[in-house]
């Protein structure tokens, strides 16, 4: 699918031919749509391709008057076993448009057109693409929040825990933080090197904005770092705790089964064919019950003895 909007004073508007100072929106385009707008505007189709691979790492790519910036976001699906994930989003930076390429529709992009992202302007092409990575930065950074409120809600539920359910929901939270972090480094390196592309030109109301955006990158990797390490201690630390959780289960069951093996073996001995001693009496019932309970009480109290040394 191919958008292209165009900003005028605080409004956007959606337009259907190429303008200079529009902005053209790709998201998950078919063959023959990259075909068209590669051929109407000259783009090399790597530039449009690339950015559809899930696979493929921040980088910039510079050929004829097209530079390309790839970079990996940040998005949710609640639909998917690791709901939070990133994908590269392409940003091709031209002499006369700005064109974003996604392989699915990204809320870091739905909110400029729907509005939701103020004092942007498509025609001002640098300022517009440095918005673009620092809203990334931003999304990164509340993701990142969202994971680690997830992963206290499942510490508290994890104390009392004997499966492996909650570890599994960590992780899970933890494979997502692995996916942010890997992704950052790549990120923080390939805006590191735009900073110093001539191709580039940022004006000096712009550099502010720039070094915004490097800081946040930089306190959005160092945040998924500390989170990974944390949650990585935290499952090491929880694993004991179920192990040992299950261990105390075991020992009561097996408290029980002494407890219950005791009658059981007075029972047995008085149901053999051989004289027993009380067998004659009319009291033999409550004598051996008698001596049955006595003996469990001995075992309670050396299990209770062994417990607590």
């Not at 392989?103 to 300022?127: M, P, W, Y």
């Not at 990575?133 to 009392?160: G, Q, V």
Request: with cysteine; proline share 3%.
């Amino acid at each position: 699918m191919i958008e292209i909007f165009q900003k005028s004073g605080d409004e956007i508007n959606k337009i259907h031919n190429f303008q200079q100072g529009c902005w053209i929106n790709i998201t998950a385009p078919a063959t023959s749509e990259i075909e068209d707008i590669c051929h109407q505007l000259k783009i090399p189709p790597n530039h449009i391709s690339d950015p559809l691979d899930v696979d493929e790492r921040a980088r910039i790519d510079v050929e004829d008057n097209y530079m390309l910036i790839l970079i990996r976001v940040p998005y949710y699906d609640a639909s998917e076993e690791v709901s939070y994930r990133t994908l590269p989003l392409g940003i091709i930076y031209s002499p006369d448009y700005v064109i974003t390429v996604a392989s699915r529709r990204i809320e870091l992009i739905t909110d400029f057109f729907q509005g939701k992202v103020k004092h942007f302007d498509c025609a001002n092409k640098e300022r517009f693409i440095l918005m673009i990575l620092y809203r990334a930065a931003l999304m990164y950074l509340n993701f990142l929040k969202e994971i680690n409120a997830r992963s206290a809600l499942i510490e508290k539920r994890l104390h009392m825990a004997i499966n492996n359910k909650e570890l599994l929901n960590l992780l899970l939270l933890e494979k997502s933080l692995v996916y942010f972090t890997t992704s950052l480094k790549a990120d923080e390196i390939m805006i590191s090197r735009l900073s110093t592309t001539k191709r580039f030109k940022s004006s000096e109301d712009e550099e502010e904005l720039f070094a915004d955006v490097i800081i946040e990158y930089r306190q959005a990797l160092e945040m998924s770092n500390i989170y990974s390490n944390i949650l990585t201690g935290m499952m090491n630390a929880f694993a004991s705790v179920i192990s040992n959780n299950l261990n105390a289960v075991m020992r009561t069951l097996t408290s029980i089964t002494i407890l219950l093996m005791i009658p059981n073996l007075f029972a047995g001995f008085y149901g053999m064919n051989v004289k027993l001693p009380f067998q004659d009496s009319p009291y033999a019932y409550m004598i051996t019950l008698s001596i049955s309970f006595i003996f469990a009480i001995i075992a309670v109290m050396l299990l209770l003895r062994r417990r607590k040394g």
